[in-house]
C-alpha cells in the first residue's frame, strides 16, 4: 500500500456482566459503568458517544496486517483488566447500534469506492448479524469526514474472531488497491481479492468460508464472546493445551518412482497447507494404463462432491494406502505427461484440499465459540 494511505478503525463492543454464581448467566450493563471514563489506557480504550458501548481506538497503520495486530494488542489489554467479571460482544449488540468504522486517509470517499466497502464488507456481515437492530446505522455507503480523511460506518462491528477481524481489514485494503488500479468496474474483482498472489488473500478466504459457515448453521456474530474467539481468557498453559485448527501439514515427495522429482521442481513454492502431511508418490505401472491421480481414501471423501471424474484428461481415483497414510499417487502413464503438465493438473487437486480443509477448520472455529 503506498505510503500516503492510512487505515484505521474505531470498532464498539457491548458489555455484558458474568455472574460469579452462574457464569452462563449474563445481563448487558452500560459501558460507562465498566469503563470510567473515556482514557482508561490513555485513549486507546473508550466509550462511544452515548457511554453505553465501548470501542478500540488502535493506532492507525500503512498495512491492514498491522492494524490488526494494534487491535490484538488492545483485546489483550481489555483482558487483562476485565476478563474475569465481563463478556464482550460485537455484531448488532442488542439495543444498541454497535458499528465496526473503517477509517481511510489518502484515498476519497467516492461512490465507486463506496460500494466495493459495501458489496465486499457490510452486506456479507449483515448476512450473519442481527443487522436491523442497527437501524438507519446500517444504511450503505454512509460515511462521514474526519480530521483524517473519512470513515466508513455501514457494517456492524466485526471484533467477534481473529478470522473476521483480519478478514474484514485485509478486504478493505485489497479494495484500496483495486480502486486505486482503476479496477472497480471490472468483472475479476472477486477472483483479485481471493486469488491473486498477495499475503493477505488467504485472510479474505477464510474470512467468507467463516461467513458461509455462519450463515449455513444460522449462526450470528452475536453469539460469539470476543475474549474467547480471540483466545484471551486463556492462561499460556491452557493455551498451549487449545487444540491449533492452524493447517500445517506439508507435503512429502517420494522420488523412488519415475518422473516423480521432475514433477516436484514445478511445486517447490507451493505454498497450500493441510491438516497433516501428505505423501505424493507414484502409483505402479502394473495398476494400469490410464493416466489417473489416486487419491487416498479420506482424501477422496473430501473432494467427491469438489472435483469431477476427470481434470484436463485425468481421471481421479481411489487409492488403498498403509492405514493412516494419505497419499496422492501418479500413475506411470500419467508421469510420461509434460512435468509442467502434471503439477498443474496435481495443483488444482491440491488446493482443492487445501480450501476443504480450511473450511473444515473454521467450522471448529465456530463450534468452539458456540
Known amino acids: 500500500m503506498p505510503s500516503a494511505i492510512t487505515i484505521g478503525a474505531d470498532p464498539e463492543f457491548g458489555i455484558k ?59 489483550s489489554q481489555l483482558a487483562t483488566t476485565y476478563k474475569k467479571e465481563y463478556a464482550f460482544y460485537a455484531g448488532s449488540y442488542p439495543g444498541y447500534a454497535t458499528g465496526g468504522h473503517i477509517h481511510f486517509g489518502g484515498i476519497s470517499p467516492s461512490d465507486i469506492f463506496l460500494r466495493l ?118 492462561d499460556i498453559k491452557e493455551r498451549k493445551k487449545r487444540k491449533n485448527i492452524r493447517l500445517s501439514g506439508v507435503l512429502v515427495w517420494k522420488q523412488e518412482h519415475e518422473n516423480v522429482g521432475r514433477i516436484q521442481t514445478f511445486l517447490e513454492n507451493y505454498s497450500g497447507t493441510f491438516r497433516s502431511p501428505i505423501i505424493i508418490t507414484g502409483a505402479r505401472q502394473d495398476r494400469g494404463s490410464r493416466e489417473i491421480i489416486y487419491l487416498s481414501n479420506d482424501l477422496l471423501e473430501k473432494m467427491r462432491e469438489r472435483i469431477p471424474k476427470r481434470m484436463c484428461g485425468v481421471a481421479i481415483a481411489s487409492l488403498a494406502p498403509p492405514i493412516g497414510e494419505r497419499v496422492i499417487a501418479l500413475s506411470y502413464n500419467l508421469r510420461q505427461r509434460n512435468p509442467a503438465f502434471v503439477a498443474k493438473v496435481l495443483k488444482t487437486v491440491l488446493n482443492r484440499i487445501h480450501y476443504i480443509e480450511r473450511e473444515g477448520a473454521s467450522q471448529e472455529c465456530v463450534e468452539s465459540l458456540a
Request: charged share 20%; proline share 5%; glycine share 6%.
Open 17 to 75: 456482566e458474568i455472574s460469579s454464581s452462574n457464569p452462563q448467566a449474563q445481563s448487558i450493563v452500560p459501558a460507562r459503568k465498566v469503563i470510567h471514563g473515556s482514557n482508561l489506557l490513555g485513549s486507546s480504550i473508550g466509550l462511544d458517544g452515548s457511554n453505553v458501548i465501548g470501542e478500540l481506538r488502535p493506532n492507525p497503520a500503512s498495512t491492514a496486517l498491522e492494524l490488526y495486530q494494534n487491535i490484538d494488542s488492545l483485546l
Open 117 to 234: 466497502l459495501d458489496r465486499f464488507i457490510s452486506n456479507p456481515l449483515n448476512k450473519v448479524s442481527y443487522a436491523k437492530r442497527r437501524g438507519s446505522y446500517a444504511k450503505l455507503s454512509q460515511y462521514r469526514n474526519q480530521p483524517h480523511g473519512w470513515e466508513y460506518r455501514s457494517c456492524p462491528s466485526w471484533l467477534s474472531a481473529p478470522i473476521v477481524t483480519k478478514g474484514v481489514l485485509c478486504i478493505a485494503e485489497a479494495l484500496i488497491k483495486i480502486f486505486q488500479n482503476g479496477e472497480a468496474g471490472t468483472r475479476t474483482i472477486t477472483r483479485k481479492l481471493l486469488y491473486q498472489q498477495d499475503p493477505t488473500n488467504g485472510s479474505i478466504r477464510e474470512f467468507y468460508s467463516l461467513i458461509r459457515t455462519l450463515k449455513k448453521d444460522n449462526k450470528k456474530l452475536e453469539s460469539i464472546e470476543i475474549l474467547q474467539a480471540w483466545g484471551k481468557r486463556e
